[in-house]
C-alpha cells in the first residue's frame, strides 16, 4: 500500500518519460536543423566556392559542374550566395535578440519594480512601441542611418525589446509576489541580489523560450526588409534579397529562389522546435500542466 501511494503508477509513469522523451526529440531536431545552418554560416566565415562578386559563372547557369546550385542573372554562384546569406541571418537573429533581450529586460524589471502611475506610463509606452509597426519603424532608422544590415538589426531589436520587455514585467511581478521573495527581504537581502538569487533564475526558463521564438521572428523580418531594399545593401547576399532578385527568373531557373526560401523556412523552423523543446525541460508551470 505504501509502495502504490509514494510512487506514480507504471501507465502515469511512462506517460511522463513519453512527454520528456518528446521534448528531447523537438530539441534535438531543432538543434540538427538550426545548426546546420549555422555550421554553413561559420564556414561562409573562412572559405567559399567562388568570391561574391565573381560573375564568370554565366547567366542562369543549370546546377551542376562547377556551379552546385547554378548561377544567378548576373552569372554569381548561388552556393556562395547562399552561404552568405546564412552568415547574414544568423547575424540578424543573434543581434536583433541581443538588443530585445538588453532594453527588454531592463524597461521591463524597471516597470515591474514602479508603482502607481510611473506603472502606468511604462506599460502604455511598451503597448505604444508593440503597437508600432516593425516596417516603418525601420524606415525611419533607415532614413536617418542609410539601408544597412545594422540599422536592419536595430530596427527589429527595438521592435522586439517592448515584447520581451511586456513579457518580463509579467513575470517579474508574478515571482514577486511569492512568500519566498518577502522572505528574502525580511532576512535582509537587499534588492540586488534577490534579483539576481531569485528573480532571474525564475523568469528564465520563460523568458528563454521567448527569445528563441524572437530569433525565428527576427530572422525572417530581416529577410522582408532585404526584400523590400532596407536591409544589407548589394554585394551582401542576404536571403531576403536573393529572392526579390529571382523572382523574374523563377520559371527559367527556380535554384535562385528556392535555395533561399528552403534554408530559410528550415532555420525557422529548427527555431521554432528548439523553442518548444527548451518549454517542455526548463519551465516547470509547463511540465506540471502537461503531467
Not at 559563372?57 to 542573372?73: E, M, N, S
Not at 540578424?92 to 510611473?118: E, H, K, P, R
Request: glycine share 10%; charged share 15%; proline share 5%.
Amino acid at each position: 500500500m505504501t509502495q502504490d501511494v509514494l510512487e506514480p503508477a507504471p501507465s502515469l509513469r511512462a506517460t511522463r518519460a513519453g512527454r520528456r522523451f518528446r521534448g528531447s526529440a523537438t530539441l534535438a531536431v531543432g538543434c540538427v536543423l538550426a545548426g546546420l545552418i549555422l555550421l554553413l554560416a561559420l564556414v561562409s566565415l573562412f572559405w567559399s566556392p567562388y568570391a561574391a562578386d565573381d560573375t564568370s559563372g554565366g547567366r542562369l547557369a543549370a546546377p551542376g559542374g562547377g556551379h552546385l546550385l547554378g548561377t544567378d542573372k548576373l552569372g554569381r554562384d548561388l552556393f556562395t550566395q547562399v552561404m552568405a546569406g546564412s552568415r547574414i541571418a544568423v547575424e540578424a537573429g543573434l543581434g536583433s535578440v541581443l538588443i530585445a533581450a538588453a532594453l527588454g529586460v531592463t524597461l521591463g524589471m524597471l516597470a515591474a519594480f514602479a508603482q502607481g502611475w510611473l506603472d502606468d506610463t511604462l506599460s502604455a509606452f511598451l503597448d505604444i512601441l508593440i503597437a508600432f509597426p516593425t516596417l516603418l519603424l525601420a524606415m525611419l532608422i533607415v532614413a536617418a542611418r542609410s539601408a544597412t544590415l545594422g540599422s536592419a538589426v536595430l530596427a527589429i531589436g527595438l521592435a522586439q525589446s517592448a515584447v520581451v520587455a511586456r513579457l518580463v514585467r509579467i513575470l517579474v511581478k508574478r515571482v514577486l509576489a511569492q512568500d519566498y521573495i518577502t522572505a528574502a527581504r525580511t532576512s535582509g537581502t537587499s534588492w540586488p541580489r534577490t534579483v539576481l538569487g531569485h528573480v532571474l533564475p525564475n523568469i528564465w526558463p520563460t523568458l528563454s523560450v521567448n527569445l528563441a521564438l524572437q530569433f525565428g521572428l527576427a530572422v525572417l523580418a530581416e529577410a522582408g526588409l532585404s526584400y523590400l531594399g532596407l536591409g544589407a545593401p548589394p554585394p551582401n547576399a542576404s536571403w531576403g534579397r536573393m529572392l526579390q532578385e529571382a523572382q523574374a527568373t523563377f520559371t527559367t531557373a527556380p535554384a535562385g529562389a528556392l535555395a533561399p526560401g528552403v534554408l530559410l523556412v528550415l532555420l525557422v523552423i529548427g527555431v521554432n522546435l528548439i523553442a518548444d523543446g527548451l518549454r517542455d525541460s526548463l519551465d516547470p508551470a509547463t511540465r506540471r500542466r502537461r503531467t
